[in-house]
């Protein structure tokens, strides 16, 4: 029986300026899929939620085992990239998750928030107000977020995203393997929610 759980969010940036880079990201959430499959522990344990976002947010894939992962990601017929919508609907989904697990008397790690974009926003005025709430570490389900970047970035709205970590495309890190590196790092810390 499995009796710890380690929630995973994967928030893709799916508007129209990332349309040449889906095929890397669907390509990372295969690889994550074979990782979590190779490790009996990890894939009794991990969960995974997949969230698109352009100008508005929608959850693609609900929370269930990794290996359960389906593809592929598209691009949104949209233009814009808000990210605070996507960081206010992972938030309720983090919230609404945890509570349900718990219900079923599973311990909780503390969740991961991995945010896939270019990195260039179209809502720079509000944002920072969504991801602060998400982010705040006076909620006790506030996730580790790692941010990782495609294309030409905003390296500043990465680094401000980016609590635990950034990753960089363009410095030859394959996303399935920074996904990786981001789920196991956090399994071994004991943090719960």
């Given at each position: ?34 990782a ?53 609907l992972?938030?309720?989904?983090i ?34 107000e ?44 394959r ?19």
């Amino acid at each position: 029986m499995v009796s710890d759980v380690l929630p995973c969010y994967v928030v893709c940036d799916v508007s129209l300026s990332m349309t040449d880079h889906l095929g890397e990201v669907n390509a990372g959430l295969r690889e994550l899929r074979g990782a979590v499959h190779a490790d009996p522990a990890a894939a009794a344990r991990t969960r995974v939620c997949v969230v698109g976002f352009a100008a508005a947010a929608t959850v693609l894939q609900p929370l269930r085992p990794a290996v359960e992962l389906t593809e592929p990601i598209a691009a949104a017929p949209a233009t814009g990239t808000n990210f605070g919508p996507a960081f206010t609907l992972v938030r309720a989904r983090i919230a609404d998750d945890v509570r349900t697990l718990k219900a079923h008397r599973l311990r909780v790690h503390r969740p991961v928030v991995f945010f896939a974009s270019d990195g260039r926003s179209t809502d720079p005025a509000t944002w920072p107000e969504a991801f602060a709430a998400l982010a705040d570490p006076a909620w006790p389900a506030h996730p580790t977020v790692v941010a990782y970047g495609l294309g030409a970035v905003d390296r500043d709205a990465l680094d401000r995203i980016g609590t635990s970590r950034v990753f960089l495309g363009e410095d030859g890190i394959r996303l399935g393997t920074a996904l990786a590196v981001s789920l196991t790092r956090t399994a071994r810390r004991p943090d719960r929610v």
